[in-house]
């Protein structure tokens, strides 16, 4: 059997609340020919239960005690078969073409190595609240990745094989290890932001972000930081 063209990997801690619309908008996307790696990090609800009730192929289930996102996401790329790596949140929505728009861009545009895309924002009853859009083309991110994180983590979308050359999400950088990363890419790679609206990203007011906004604005500085050295 060949492998997946993509990986879509998701990690899940206590997510039960919104898991299942985020699993099924996975399993109803337009484009199918993708392996869904789920990664329970040692969830004490009933997250683990939710997801076994799905019986579908593409479904690869790990699950264990609790060790972060940053190990999860990690160990999510490392078994990942597909050629492209595409992020998911549990608590998040992705509209029915994204991995179809998502892979036709990086297959036209084989100079991109990654490519996010604009989203929704909407609360917790799912009801859209206002638009998040990002820089578009790789001269704007390179600009703007000084001052702000230009993807959103869970709409992007990158090619597996760039790991080999910037390595993967670093442990040390907690809660902001998705702008890190990026840091990285944008100073050996072009990359991109698709203009469509692609994702509904939630506002939890109880999520990782709103928890821990403190620690994420003094990690913000470092790597903004880091991104001016590597620039």
Known sequence: MNNPKISVVMSVYNGEKFLKGAINSILSQTFTDFEFIIINDG??????DTIKTYQDP???IISRENKGLTHSLNEGI???????IARMDADDISLPTRLEEQIKFLELNKEIA????????????????GEYKTPINN??????????NPFIHPSVMFKKE????VGLYNPKLKHVEDYELWTRIVSKFKTANIPQFLLKYRQNKTGITSRNRSLMLL???V???LAIIRK
Do not use: N
């Not at 969830?43 to 683990?48: A, F, P, V």
């Not at 604009?118 to 009853?125: F, L, Q, V």
């Not at 390179?142 to 001052?147: A, C, L, V």
């Open 78 to 84: 490392k078994m990942s078969k597909g050629s492209y």
């Open 162 to 165: 760039i790991m080999e050359t």
């Open 139 to 148: 001269e704007e991110i390179k600009r703007r990745i000084i001052f702000h």
């Open 58 to 60: 593409r479904i690869k």
């Open 43 to 48: 969830s004490t609800d009933k997250s683990l």
């Open 114 to 129: 990654i490519c996010g895309t604009w989203a929704k924002i909407i609360d917790e009853k799912g009801e859209e609240m």
């Open 223 to 225: 790597v903004r930081f």
């Open 219 to 221: 990690m913000g500085f």
